[in-house]
Nanobody, 115 residues
Framework: QVQLVESGGGLVQAGGSLRLSCAAS????????MRWYRQAPGKQRELVAA???????NYADSVKGRFTISRDGAKNTVYLQMNSLKPEDTAVYYC?????????WGQGTQVTVSS
């Protein structure tokens, strides 16, 4: 089982930046995919970005060019650098680990972007 702890959320003005972190612990497979999702009030949870253990990435169209996902294998930590934030980026951001039948979620971190 894998445990995930997110941090780095907060309140920021439009145009600002935040960096989210997700620290993983437990039975982490060498080959895995880490993802960031977000859920705004009244909306479904949506995929924001993903990164494989090999470093391949993909992004939602809404964040391409503004967000960057990265990982530090030695620290078992995944990051989400968010630049040029918009009010519509306001949501709870969740980290997700998936490998085979294992599917773990963090508790979420709130990101609020004021206009």
């Amino acid at each position: 089982q894998v445990q995930l702890v997110e941090s780095g959320g907060g309140l920021v003005q439009a145009g600002g930046s935040l960096r989210l972190s997700c620290a993983a612990s437990g039975s982490i497979a060498s080959s895995n995919v880490m993802r960031w999702y977000r859920q705004a009030p009244g909306k479904q949870r949506e995929l924001v970005a993903a990164i494989t253990s090999g470093g391949s990435t993909n992004y939602a169209d809404s964040v391409k060019g503004r967000f960057t996902i990265s990982r530090d294998g030695a620290k078992n930590t995944v990051y989400l650098q968010m630049n040029s934030l918009k009010p519509e980026d306001t949501a709870v951001y969740y980290c997700n680990y998936r490998q085979g039948a294992s599917n773990s979620w963090g508790q979420g971190t709130q990101v609020t972007v004021s206009s």
